[in-house]
């Protein structure tokens, strides 16, 4: 998406300048200004998306958003430029998402269409298409002039290793087709959906996991005789199945969710268990000691390798933090490949499996960046330094590409040169639209029951001569961390472009990291009483808000919140708790209810608090202490958060009479798949927090 400030910001502020000579000639006072252009020209600005690589060259692909218009982008080979390869022109809300390359770079295939959130669910049509969505699986051959062609409705694509075959998932169904021609052919149906797809070594077979619900088991399929099987079944959830190099073996994270009540920490919830193919012999390679990483989390990428020297690679926080471990395929002690206080993001393997290259914020706990470390001993080298923010490494042939960004250049992919000289990749020089960017600044406060707070403060551009207002910045997740720059997330990317718009109209916005969120280690994201359970998070809205108000330039009378999704439910909650402290809000898709069925296995003494604990948590436990105005946004497809819980609020505050404004975007998901829908809920935003707080007053 995009942004923008120069000329129409002078105009604007020309505008303003004019303004007293007009009312003393006896004109009628103007009207506060519409910044809907400038935050059309900031959303429309190209990001990138969904890189990927070739396993044997150095061929990569993406996609870019520019405007709401997706196009897949391919790298032929570093030095040569990048080219489009779909020449999409229209917003219509269409996504491009799942790319995959075969082994060397000549195909390519992707999803076109559906969610990729939610890739089972019936495919959104934000577009309003007449027929309804869509969600098919394209290839194509990556040569000039060739011509596309659609195997058929799923997702998630996967290249065999001769790249002759692409097989693909649609819920249940098991599809492959030949990259060439021909129609995709059913090779199996089984309950539930299918994830982590991937082909053997040899592509004889494909692994697999077959989700059901409360558990989920490995499944193999063998080609040859069409049969299906499935190694090491468990009562567990079962999760990302790799082939051994020489695919005589498998390994898998086999997980158990820990029962409500349960710290995680009391037992051993999760293990790494490997199976023998030839002999079916399967045993625990490494299994989770009770305490501290006892309960399993990953990355958000890849989670389990199988390097060259026969060692597996998975994420643990058995150090308090989210590090990457290693342990002998054939079992023994695993050693951590990342020590320190500071979190990975993502991993993967260098193309030879014998070096471990990860994004992470060692070193800077507010920034990402990309580390190396040799698998064979020596010490960890970090490839891309500076202020920028740098994540998904990935590896093609012997290149190493990323996203990257910073504070004036919006997510973008990048060759990643053995100096550590990051290469952009396309027009992502320095965009005009935002030069006039302030420098958002890491700053830390204390809440009262003493939790550290991590934030991000953008500086008012303008004030006037008194004190200016304020806004707090509250992201969803709510496991997700702000940073002092672009977010390589284009949810976030986007809400990063408002806030600088909005320290260009005259706020001061503080982007917080709330307890729950990531970043910060597993005790910081584990908090004790956070949502349902006490809305402890809320300590570290309430703390921000005190910092603002007690700096001299900030009027405390004009304090506001703004966020989506958890962020919506943590600004409807300050407003309904606090209408005193937080003058106006802006709530997109945010949860305004929490009580829900209890957890299973819960006496029915504990079932009635656990509810009234979730409904005391809630806003609406609040809502007749309610006064200060609020707008509402939501799309009413949404599959995240229930549309209902913005019409059910929408009610509830005008029954009290409280001033409301909502904009609703018909056939909409929660992360809103059109430009269009973008720039109709961060103009309202913009221009609701200008009326109620005064933000552009000169």
């Given at each position: 998406?995009?942004r923008c400030h120069g000329?129409?910001?002078r105009?604007l502020?020309?505008?303003?300048?004019?303004?007293p000579a007009?009312?003393a000639m006896?004109a009628?006072a103007?009207s506060?200004?519409d910044h809907?252009l400038?935050i059309?020209?900031?959303l429309?600005?190209?990001?990138a998306v969904?890189?990927?690589?070739?396993r044997d060259r150095p061929?990569?692909?993406?996609?870019?958003l520019?405007?709401?218009?997706?196009?897949?982008?391919?790298?032929?080979?570093?030095g040569?430029?990048p080219?489009?390869?779909?020449d999409?022109?229209?917003?219509d809300g269409?996504d491009?998402?799942?790319l995959?390359l075969d082994r060397d770079?000549t195909r390519i295939?992707?999803?076109?269409g559906?969610d990729?959130e939610?890739p089972d669910?019936p495919?959104?049509?934000?577009?309003h298409?007449?027929?309804?969505g869509?969600?098919?699986?394209w290839?194509r051959?990556i040569?000039?002039g060739?011509a596309?062609r659609?195997l058929?409705e799923?997702h998630a694509?996967v290249?065999?290793?001769?790249?002759?075959?692409?097989a693909f998932v649609?819920?249940g169904?098991l599809?492959?087709?030949?990259a060439a021609?021909g129609?995709?052919?059913k090779?199996?149906q089984l309950?539930?959906t299918?994830?982590?797809?991937s082909?053997s070594?040899?592509?004889?077979r494909?692994?697999f996991?077959s989700?059901?619900?409360d558990?989920?088991?490995?499944?193999l399929?063998?080609l040859?005789?069409?049969?299906l099987s499935?190694?090491?079944p468990?009562?567990?959830?079962?999760v990302s199945?790799?082939?051994s190099?020489?695919g005589a073996s498998?390994?898998?994270i086999?997980?158990v969710t820990?029962?409500?009540?349960?710290?995680g920490?009391?037992a051993?919830?999760w293990s790494?268990r490997t199976?023998?193919?030839a002999?079916?012999?399967?045993?625990?390679?490494?299994?989770?000691?009770a305490?501290a990483g006892?309960?399993?989390?990953?990355?958000?990428t890849?989670?389990?390798f199988?390097?060259?020297?026969?060692?597996?690679l998975?994420p643990?926080?058995?150090s308090?933090w989210?590090?990457?471990?290693?342990v002998?395929?054939?079992?023994?002690?695993?050693?951590d490949?990342?020590?320190?206080?500071?979190?990975?993001?993502?991993?993967t393997?260098?193309?030879?499996?014998?070096t471990?290259?990860y994004?992470?914020?060692q070193g800077?706990?507010?920034?990402r960046?990309?580390?190396?470390?040799?698998?064979?001993?020596g010490r960890?080298?970090?490839?891309?330094?500076?202020d920028?923010?740098e994540?998904?490494?990935?590896?093609?042939?012997?290149a190493?590409a990323v996203?990257?960004?910073?504070v004036?250049r919006p997510?973008h992919?990048?060759?990643?040169?053995g100096?550590?000289?990051?290469?952009?990749?396309g027009a992502?020089?320095?965009?005009?639209e935002?030069?006039?960017?302030?420098?958002?600044q890491?700053?830390?406060f204390?809440a009262e029951d003493?939790?550290?707070v991590?934030?991000?403060?953008?500086?008012?551009r303008?004030?006037?001569?008194?004190?200016?207002?304020?806004?707090?910045?509250?992201?969803?997740?709510p496991?997700?961390?702000m940073l002092?720059a672009f977010?390589l997330?284009p949810?976030?990317?986007s809400?990063?472009l408002l806030?600088q718009?909005?320290?260009?109209?005259?706020?001061?916005v503080?982007a917080?990291?709330?307890r729950s969120?990531?970043?910060?280690?597993?005790a910081?994201?584990e908090?004790?009483?956070?949502?349902?359970?006490g809305?402890?998070?809320?300590r570290?809205v309430?703390?921000?808000a005190?910092?603002?108000?007690?700096r001299?330039?900030?009027?405390p009378h004009?304090?506001g919140?703004w966020?989506?999704?958890?962020g919506g439910?943590?600004?409807a909650?300050g407003l309904a708790?606090?209408s005193a402290?937080?003058?106006?809000?802006v709530?997109l898709h945010g949860?305004?209810?929490?009580?829900?069925?209890?957890?299973?296995?819960l006496?029915?003494?504990?079932?009635?608090?656990?509810r009234a604990m979730a409904?005391?948590?809630?806003?609406a436990a609040a809502?007749?202490?309610?006064r200060?105005?609020?707008l509402?946004?939501?799309g009413d497809d949404?599959?995240?958060?229930?549309?209902?819980?913005s019409?059910?609020?929408?009610?509830?505050l005008t029954a009290r009479?409280?001033?409301?404004?909502?904009?609703m975007?018909?056939?909409?998901?929660?992360?809103?798949?059109?430009?269009?829908?973008?720039?109709?809920?961060?103009a309202?935003?913009?221009?609701f927090l200008?009326?109620t707080?005064?933000?552009s007053?000169p």
């Amino acid at each position: 998406m995009s942004r923008c400030h120069g000329p129409v910001r002078r105009f604007l502020r020309s505008a303003l300048l004019i303004g007293p000579a007009l009312l003393a000639m006896g004109a009628a006072a103007p009207s506060r200004p519409d910044h809907r252009l400038a935050i059309a020209r900031l959303l429309a600005l190209p990001m990138a998306v969904g890189l990927t690589g070739a396993r044997d060259r150095p061929v990569f692909a993406w996609v870019e958003l520019r405007a709401g218009v997706r196009n897949i982008w391919l790298l032929p080979a570093p030095g040569q430029s990048p080219r489009r390869l779909t020449d999409r022109t229209v917003d219509d809300g269409v996504d491009l998402h799942s790319l995959a390359l075969d082994r060397d770079g000549t195909r390519i295939a992707w999803t076109q269409g559906g969610d990729a959130e939610f890739p089972d669910l019936p495919p959104p049509n934000s577009g309003h298409a007449a027929r309804g969505g869509s969600q098919s699986v394209w290839v194509r051959a990556i040569a000039t002039g060739g011509a596309a062609r659609s195997l058929g409705e799923g997702h998630a694509p996967v290249f065999s290793p001769d790249g002759e075959r692409v097989a693909f998932v649609a819920g249940g169904t098991l599809l492959l087709a030949s990259a060439a021609d021909g129609p995709a052919a059913k090779l199996a149906q089984l309950p539930g959906t299918i994830e982590d797809l991937s082909w053997s070594p040899d592509g004889k077979r494909l692994l697999f996991v077959s989700r059901r619900g409360d558990h989920g088991l490995i499944a193999l399929f063998d080609l040859a005789d069409g049969t299906l099987s499935y190694p090491d079944p468990g009562m567990t959830q079962d999760v990302s199945p790799i082939f051994s190099p020489d695919g005589a073996s498998i390994a898998f994270i086999r997980t158990v969710t820990p029962p409500f009540g349960a710290t995680g920490t009391e037992a051993s919830y999760w293990s790494i268990r490997t199976v023998d193919l030839a002999t079916g012999l399967a045993r625990t390679a490494w299994r989770a000691r009770a305490g501290a990483g006892g309960d399993y989390y990953g990355t958000r990428t890849a989670n389990l390798f199988w390097s060259a020297d026969d060692r597996l690679l998975f994420p643990s926080e058995a150090s308090g933090w989210v590090h990457v471990l290693a342990v002998p395929a054939r079992g023994g002690t695993a050693i951590d490949l990342t020590p320190g206080e500071a979190e990975v993001e993502n991993f993967t393997l260098s193309v030879d499996r014998r070096t471990l290259i990860y994004a992470g914020n060692q070193g800077d706990l507010e920034r990402r960046h990309v580390w190396q470390q040799p698998l064979a001993g020596g010490r960890a080298r970090q490839w891309t330094p500076g202020d920028g923010i740098e994540g998904f490494p990935t590896v093609a042939g012997n290149a190493l590409a990323v996203v990257a960004s910073d504070v004036r250049r919006p997510p973008h992919v990048a060759l990643v040169a053995g100096a550590g000289v990051l290469t952009p990749l396309g027009a992502y020089s320095d965009p005009a639209e935002t030069r006039d960017f302030v420098v958002p600044q890491p700053v830390r406060f204390t809440a009262e029951d003493g939790v550290t707070v991590h934030a991000t403060l953008f500086r008012a551009r303008r004030g006037g001569n008194g004190p200016h207002p304020a806004l707090i910045f509250l992201h969803g997740g709510p496991r997700r961390q702000m940073l002092p720059a672009f977010h390589l997330m284009p949810y976030y990317a986007s809400a990063y472009l408002l806030n600088q718009h909005l320290a260009m109209d005259g706020f001061d916005v503080l982007a917080i990291n709330y307890r729950s969120g990531t970043g910060y280690g597993c005790a910081f994201r584990e908090a004790a009483e956070t949502g349902r359970e006490g809305a402890s998070e809320y300590r570290d809205v309430l703390a921000a808000a005190r910092w603002l108000a007690a700096r001299k330039d900030i009027d405390p009378h004009r304090i506001g919140l703004w966020g989506g999704s958890w962020g919506g439910y943590l600004t409807a909650l300050g407003l309904a708790r606090d209408s005193a402290m937080f003058a106006a809000g802006v709530d997109l898709h945010g949860v305004h209810d929490l009580v829900r069925a209890p957890p299973p296995m819960l006496p029915p003494a504990e079932q009635d608090r656990w509810r009234a604990m979730a409904w005391q948590s809630s806003p609406a436990a609040a809502i007749d202490r309610w006064r200060s105005p609020v707008l509402l946004v939501h799309g009413d497809d949404d599959r995240n958060v229930d549309f209902a819980q913005s019409v059910r609020l929408a009610a509830a505050l005008t029954a009290r009479g409280v001033p409301l404004e909502t904009l609703m975007l018909p056939d909409e998901r929660h992360e809103f798949f059109r430009y269009q829908s973008w720039v109709q809920a961060y103009a309202a935003t913009d221009g609701f927090l200008d009326r109620t707080l005064g933000g552009s007053a000169p």
